[in-house]
């Protein structure tokens, strides 16, 4: 890089304070940003990360004030410019990409709409004019049939799909700065790897400077040419992220963040695999050609989220269930505990058919088959302290006195490393892992056989994400357990699970295990998906990862 370019972007020794907050949100942030460069932040949830977002362009929330230091961009200070000129550079100077593309368009205005009412603003051109480029930069933005999606609503698009129109909204303007904050949280891989591949494709075609705010390491290590680690306010590390990936980081945080990023591939125990016996042993759970489907009222269609799909799990193992958003995965999950009916074929657990018993009937099997939801907080009864939480499955399940229940909560609570200290706290209270390991302690309160995850890893930060995956690792190592895995976190997989089913369209396209579908996969769209997987191993600076796939439709 060339040290003698003039940056596009310097924050020098920047303090954001709230008011009432004990401790400021931003501490002497200093760094700068090139044209063409790509720093990627990363910190976890409350290192203030997107406070520093939104105080390059002036738009703290709330009670924010900067209470030291400064932001210039292209030479001049923001605390220097007028209420007109910080408009101007809102969008033509610096333009902001958030999360959650569907939250920040505007729902009852078609898409192609909102971005003409942002062009004629900026540009002050027709509204024929702000149309024809409307659909111009839908087409750059790699949207495919634009003239239709322009007609859209929100709504109707994918997530992908309202993320592009975002980006294409950013670009209005021909911004110098692009801040990219947790743009693509929550997104499925392959299209997370598409928004991401734009962005830099976009940046390097017009010599925008990007500032990538992520919790995700692979992410940076394949998009981004330095990395800042940034904790409790401050920017504790900024380093080059080929020197940061092959000398290692110089701060024990960073370090921690890494170990807890790398991929640690679960072993095939080489004699278990092996054992006829065990091979021979019926298995726990078998599935074989299970159906199920819904009725869309609104077009009077019927969708098969569950098509026909068969597989097994034996005591003692993990088969984790991956595909994109709508590919039948959660769906699947709730069939096997017969939270929602299935339309035709056979589950058996132990031995015995579940699908077409009463609720009664299966009652005495729910203790044995546990579910771990996606949201917790959602599932979890906010009025509700963590001790009454995880002793509600107690009272259902076998007769205990109230002294043993207390000292089973307890228990469980140690099983899970929530502190004892949160046992009368309430969910709202709680971080997100947190919210996460209360529901695996509820699952685990009746003491179950299978267990079903449904995305736990999903949004968490880096760390908290490895103690989940370590804490599923050591309950299965001490209590035998056999478990389903779904998600979309491929990292997660490789550091969990045995066996992986790969669902498409409501159908298992392909199966087997881990080790060998990641270094071998049979279909295209399983290799599509794993190419989407971003390891910190990829080479950093100068390597970027654009793979131009195929668009969603």
């Known amino acids: 890089m060339n040290n003698s370019q003039a940056n596009l972007l310097e924050v020098k020794n920047l303090s954001v304070s709230?008011?009432?907050?004990?401790?400021?949100?931003?501490?002497?942030?200093?760094?700068?940003?090139?044209a063409g460069e790509i720093i990627g932040i990363v910190g976890e949830t409350g290192a203030g990360k997107s406070v520093l977002a939104r105080a390059i362009i002036d738009m703290l929330p709330g009670t924010g004030r900067v209470s030291?230091?400064?932001?210039?961009?292209?030479?001049?200070?923001?605390?220097?410019?007028?209420?007109?000129?910080?408009?101007?550079?809102?969008?033509?100077?610096v333009a902001l990409i958030g999360t959650n593309a569907k939250a920040l368009l505007d729902p009852v205005v078609k898409v192609g709409e909102q971005i003409a009412r942002v062009l004629r603003a900026h540009r002050g051109i027709s509204k024929a004019e702000s149309w024809r480029e409307s659909i111009e930069l839908f087409k750059q933005v790699g949207i495919v049939n634009p003239e239709a999606r322009a007609h859209a609503y929100p709504h109707e698009l994918s997530g992908g799909m309202a993320q592009r129109v975002v980006i294409a909204m950013a670009l209005i303007a021909q911004p110098k700065i692009l801040l990219a904050d947790d743009a693509t949280l929550g997104l499925d891989a392959t299209i997370q790897l598409?928004?991401?591949?734009?962005?830099?494709?976009?940046?390097k075609e017009l010599g925008l400077g990007v500032v990538l705010i992520t919790h995700d390491l692979g992410m940076v290590a394949s998009y981004c040419d330095r990395v800042g680690i940034m904790r409790q306010g401050r920017l504790i590390e900024l380093k080059k992220v080929d020197a940061f990936l092959t000398d290692g980081p110089s701060q024990p945080y960073s370090r921690e963040l890494l170990d807890a990023a790398r991929v640690r591939p679960t072993p095939m125990d080489a004699a278990e695999a092996n054992d006829a016996k065990r091979k021979s042993e019926p298995p726990l759970l078998e599935v074989i050609d299970l159906v199920k489907t819904f009725r869309v009222e609104s077009n009077q269609t019927v969708v098969r989220a569950v098509d026909g799909v068969s597989l097994s799990i034996r005591r003692g193992e993990t088969l984790a269930l991956v595909g994109e958003s709508g590919s039948g995965k959660t769906t699947m999950g709730q069939c096997l505990v017969k939270l929602i009916p299935s339309d035709s074929g056979s589950i058996r657990f132990a031995g015995q058919n579940t699908l077409p018993m009463s609720d009664n009937e299966f009652r005495p099997l729910r203790r044995r088959i546990q579910m771990v939801f996606q949201e917790p907080y959602v599932a979890l009864n906010p009025r509700w302290t963590v001790r009454d939480l995880v002793a509600e499955p107690l009272k259902l399940g076998e007769p205990m006195s109230r002294a043993d229940q207390a000292a089973r909560v307890l228990e469980l609570l140690d099983l899970v490393g929530i502190s004892r200290k949160s046992a009368d706290s309430y969910p709202h209270e709680l971080t997100a892992g947190e919210q996460k390991r209360v529901g695996i302690a509820r699952a685990l309160s009746v003491r179950p056989d299978f267990v079903i995850f449904d995305e736990p890893t999903t949004a968490l930060d880096i760390r908290v994400r490895a103690q989940i995956v370590d804490l599923v690792r050591d309950l299965q190592a001490q209590m035998g357990l056999s478990a389903l895995f779904i998600t979309h976190d491929l990292n997660s997989v490789r550091s969990l699970a045995h066996y992986v089913a790969v669902m498409r369209h409501g159908k298992l396209i392909e199966h087997g295990?881990?080790?060998?579908?990641?270094?071998?996969?049979?279909?295209?769209?399983?290799?599509k998906l794993l190419d989407a997987e971003l390891p910190i191993e990829v080479p950093g600076a100068g390597h970027h990862k654009v793979k131009h796939l195929e668009l969603q439709q």
């Open 194 to 203: 598409q928004v991401l591949d734009l962005m830099v494709q976009k940046a």
């Open 513 to 527: 295990e881990t080790e060998k579908i990641f270094s071998n996969p049979a279909d295209t769209y399983t290799r």
């Open 18 to 34: 709230f008011a009432g907050a004990a401790a400021p949100a931003l501490q002497g942030i200093s760094f700068s940003l090139q």
């Open 68 to 93: 030291d230091g400064e932001v210039v961009v292209n030479g001049k200070a923001i605390s220097a410019m007028t209420s007109a000129e910080k408009r101007a550079l809102r969008g033509a100077g």
